[in-house]
């Protein structure tokens, strides 16, 4: 049983740049959530989808964007890349909406700005 | 909104013996849920344990287990008898309960190393 899948596995961008991250959630689960995690920092929440649609926004600037697909796999967008978005991308996916189960996490992309 | 605080950046202790880490959180909410996850240096954030507030029994996995103190605001984490592997960065994080409101909020990590 495959977990929650994330690619890339790390990327060197520079400012200005975009850049699209993909998540696989792992087998039966629905909800797909993303978080930024700078050095030395917790997880901090972007966003989460649920039936295609992004239902809850953490605070993160429009800048930050995203998807999720009929088969529940998930993009995460950020145009116009700033050095501070240098960051470990966490992917989590769970069987959400109102079922309050735990969320599992993926290995993450680590994002370099130059 | 709501905050959780690790207040032990980082912390040691030798293998075999018994350690403590330690969370506070801040909610107006009655019912929620408490988590720990571990991050080791394979970066992959796995969960420890779950308590949920509504339950007065403390949350036992195996070697680890919590002290929920719901008044206090106080959800520390014990490892027993501690391995060489349990050396990872561990969070604390709260989450409210219902449609939309699953997120996560993560408290900044104690860095836990178990000394051979």
Redesign the interface.
Same mark, same amino acid.
């Given at each position: 049983d495959a977990g929650v899948t994330q690619s890339p596995t790390h990327l060197i961008k520079t400012r200005g740049q975009q850049v699209t991250l993909r998540c696989s959630p792992k087998s039966g689960h629905d909800?797909v959530?993303w978080?930024q995690q700078a050095l !030395? @920092?917790?997880? &901090? *929440?972007i966003f @989460?989808y649920y039936e295609e649609e992004e239902? &809850?926004r953490?605070n993160f600037p429009d800048r930050f964007s995203g998807h999720q697909y009929p088969n529940y796999s998930s993009e995460l967008n950020v145009n116009a890349l700033l050095l501070g978005d240098s960051a470990?991308y966490?992917c989590?996916s769970?069987l959400? &909406? !109102?079922r309050?189960q735990? &969320?599992? *996490? !993926?290995?993450?992309t680590?994002l370099s700005i130059l | 909104a709501q905050t959780?605080t690790q207040s032990q950046p980082e912390m040691s202790v030798q293998e075999a013996e018994t350690v403590t880490l330690s969370c506070t959180y801040d909610t107006s909410e009655s019912n929620y %849920?408490l $988590?720990w %996850?571990k991050q080791p240096p394979?970066?992959?954030?796995?969960?420890v344990i779950?308590q949920e507030a509504y339950k007065q029994q403390n949350a036992t996995e195996n070697r680890f287990s919590v002290n929920f103190q719901k008044a206090a605001k106080s959800f520390s984490l014990k490892i027993s008898d501690s391995q060489l592997g349990d050396t990872a960065m561990y $969070?604390c994080?709260f989450?409210k309960?219902? $449609?939309?409101?699953?997120?996560?909020? $993560?408290?900044?990590?104690t860095r836990l190393t178990i000394i051979p």
């Amino acid at each position: 049983d495959a977990g929650v899948t994330q690619s890339p596995t790390h990327l060197i961008k520079t400012r200005g740049q975009q850049v699209t991250l993909r998540c696989s959630p792992k087998s039966g689960h629905d909800t797909v959530s993303w978080y930024q995690q700078a050095l !030395g @920092q917790g997880p &901090q *929440f972007i966003f @989460q989808y649920y039936e295609e649609e992004e239902r &809850q926004r953490g605070n993160f600037p429009d800048r930050f964007s995203g998807h999720q697909y009929p088969n529940y796999s998930s993009e995460l967008n950020v145009n116009a890349l700033l050095l501070g978005d240098s960051a470990l991308y966490l992917c989590a996916s769970s069987l959400g &909406q !109102g079922r309050n189960q735990p &969320q599992h *996490f !993926g290995d993450g992309t680590r994002l370099s700005i130059l | 909104a709501q905050t959780v605080t690790q207040s032990q950046p980082e912390m040691s202790v030798q293998e075999a013996e018994t350690v403590t880490l330690s969370c506070t959180y801040d909610t107006s909410e009655s019912n929620y %849920y408490l $988590f720990w %996850y571990k991050q080791p240096p394979s970066r992959q954030m796995i969960l420890v344990i779950r308590q949920e507030a509504y339950k007065q029994q403390n949350a036992t996995e195996n070697r680890f287990s919590v002290n929920f103190q719901k008044a206090a605001k106080s959800f520390s984490l014990k490892i027993s008898d501690s391995q060489l592997g349990d050396t990872a960065m561990y $969070f604390c994080a709260f989450m409210k309960p219902g $449609f939309g409101n699953e997120k996560l909020t $993560f408290g900044t990590g104690t860095r836990l190393t178990i000394i051979p």
